[in-house]
């Protein structure tokens, strides 16, 4: 018997679409509260981009990410499903035997950690889009002895500094070289290490208590609910690091502030405080259930599907 089963990819895949077109609003607002400037809660920050960017503000950027979340999805979701089987198949000889507590966090882990590779990019690229708000010409600047001067009326055109997200790519890799798609991997390992054992063991902890006698597999409500309450958990753990990551990657090469992991949680207090550090935990725990419950159902359904034949 085969341990590696490519419909986990292929489910995850749909999983991962489901859930980016679900979360993206709020992923939006969560960055904006993480890395821009100027919102003071959840509910001014929605407000702000309704009043300057319209609905559409809340979307901006989705195009990538639903190409390549999804992608990323059926990464975590394969790999996490296929590791399973094959430590169940040399701690046990049979890769259809339950993986213990120990298994599980072994197998959430190395999910983390692996998902890196890809996500780091991803989300850079994210959020780079995300934070575009102006145009980078249409700021005012100081000239000398002058003061403040639109370069509007100098007759200067404004543009984005990112045309989407071929390129934002292309301007990253010409600016910052390859280690510029990386820029966050560090937080990203910080996050993402912990954040899966604590989102794909919960999940397992709700459906075993949900669906006690174990009998087949777990009621689509059953899914739902474990799903959304296993993402919710993860997403608020998570936050300190997200912050993190999130100031590092919207970390521009022209404006460089933070050097570093350390030297962007020490600057981030030094300047707001110790609540900088669960800055958009609201949003991540409201995004997380929806996203999380439509990810695993999702995942779940298409397996059923695909295992029906």
Not at 105 to 119: F, K, N, P
Not at 155 to 162: K, L, T
Request: net charge positive; charged share 15%; glycine share 10%.
């Amino acid at each position: 018997m085969t341990v590696f089963h490519l419909d986990d990819f292929v489910a995850g895949w749909i999983g991962g679409a489901s859930s980016v077109i679900v979360g993206h609003p709020l992923d939006t607002v969560k960055t904006r509260l993480q890395a821009g400037k100027g919102y003071k809660n959840t509910l001014h920050c929605v407000v702000t981009i309704y009043k300057k960017e319209n609905v559409t503000g809340f979307f901006k950027g989705l195009s990538f990410p639903l190409a390549s979340i999804t992608l990323y999805n059926s990464l975590v979701f394969g790999f996490f499903s296929n590791t399973q089987r094959l430590i169940s198949r040399y701690r046990y000889g049979d890769g259809r035997h339950p993986c213990s507590m120990l298994d599980l966090t072994v197998a959430s882990m190395l999910t983390g950690l692996v998902s890196v590779g890809v996500g780091a990019p991803v989300d850079l690229v994210k959020i780079r889009l995300q934070l575009q708000t102006q145009p980078v010409l249409a700021e005012n600047f100081n000239l000398a002895g002058n003061g403040s001067v639109p370069l509007r009326s100098m007759g200067i055109q404004s543009q984005f500094m990112y045309r989407g997200p071929l390129h934002c790519i292309s301007t990253i890799l010409q600016n910052e070289g390859i280690q510029g798609l990386y820029r966050g991997a560090g937080a990203m390992i910080l996050r993402d290490v912990p954040g899966y054992t604590l989102y794909f063991i919960p999940y397992i902890l709700f459906c075993n208590w949900l669906n006690p006698d174990g009998s087949g597999t777990p009621h689509p409500c059953c899914v739902w609910l474990a799903g959304g309450l296993a993402g919710s958990i993860s997403w608020v753990t998570a936050t300190p690091a997200d912050v993190v990551k999130s100031r590092l990657q919207a970390d521009a090469m022209q404006q460089r502030k933070y050097k570093g992991i350390v030297h962007c949680i020490m600057q981030s207090y030094k300047t707001e405080g110790i609540h900088v550090f669960f800055r958009g935990a609201t949003v991540n725990a409201i995004r997380g259930f929806p996203m999380s419950a439509t990810m695993f159902l999702g995942y779940e359904l298409s397996l059923q599907f695909f295992r029906s034949f």
